[in-house]
């Protein structure tokens, strides 16, 4: 490996990966330029350092796609002129929405079979959402309107605060189904909604078990924390949704 002439660590990092790791996992990073890719999941997460999507599913390149925003936040759909419209917090939705963008573009082309939103223990986003943000912050404070239907009228503790985590991920799945595509394809049972919690001193995602209405550790979970937005079958054929 070559030493970056200045000893910048990050320098270093980018030549460790080309020198190092590259070379062993080449022909499946050529074959993904050549095939495109393909990925099953859209990973919608909070942008916490310490959530790590590739650790966690084992996923390698051309598994996940992945948006990563402040709180694994889903923002409203928006009918009509995105610049007209206020959430249900009275915040402006003006702007350019990545996330929305993202998810209609898996949804749409690359046709995705999965979504999961992936919250997570000791998220800044939702201890802020009691606590509030700089004055300046002002599209902070609009985003974390999108968490506030999951905000407790009590103390910040540690067990409102995880709450409120696994709250927010259950709105976000709420949110998506909002979405004419993403509720189009789960009613045609071509997609399937999962919400995850991440508590980062256990190593262990609990994941949202719809039938019980709670949050399962995937050490006992029966199923990757599938939503009751998955289409299903009755025994008497009828399908069944909600
Ligand atoms: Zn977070």
Redesign the pocket.
């Known amino acids: 490996m070559t030493e970056a002439k200045d000893g910048d660590e990050l320098l270093t990092r980018l030549r460790q990966f080309h020198d190092n790791y590259f070379p062993h996992h080449q022909q499946r990073f050529q074959d993904l330029v050549a095939q495109g890719q393909h990925p099953k999941t859209l990973f919608i997460g909070?942008?916490?350092s310490r959530?790590v999507p590739y650790l966690l599913t084992g996923a390698g390149p051309g598994e996940l796609f992945i948006v990563r925003n402040?709180?694994?936040f889903v923002p409203p759909y928006i009918m009509g002129d995105p610049g007209a419209r206020t959430n249900g917090a009275g915040a402006p939705l003006a702007g350019l929405h990545g996330t929305m963008a993202a998810i209609e573009f898996a949804v749409l082309s690359l046709k995705v079979e999965r979504i999961v939103i992936c919250?997570?223990s000791?998220?800044?986003?939702?201890r802020a959402s009691y606590e509030g943000v700089p004055e300046e912050a002002r599209a902070l404070k609009a985003w974390l309107t999108l968490a506030q239907e999951a905000v407790l009228p009590v103390q910040p503790t540690p067990e409102a605060l995880r709450r409120t985590?696994q709250r927010a991920v259950v709105l976000q799945l709420e949110r998506l189904m909002d979405y004419p595509m993403v509720r189009r394809a789960v009613e045609a049972g071509q997609l399937s909604l999962h919400g995850w919690h991440y508590v980062i001193e256990d190593g262990e995602i609990h994941v949202f078990d719809a039938q019980q209405g709670d949050f399962l550790p995937a050490s006992v979970a029966s199923n990757p924390g599938t939503g009751p937005w998955r289409a299903w079958v009755e025994h008497d054929g009828q399908i069944l949704v909600d």
């Open positions: 909070c942008s916490d959530l402040v709180g694994a919250g997570h000791h998220c800044g986003a939702i985590e």
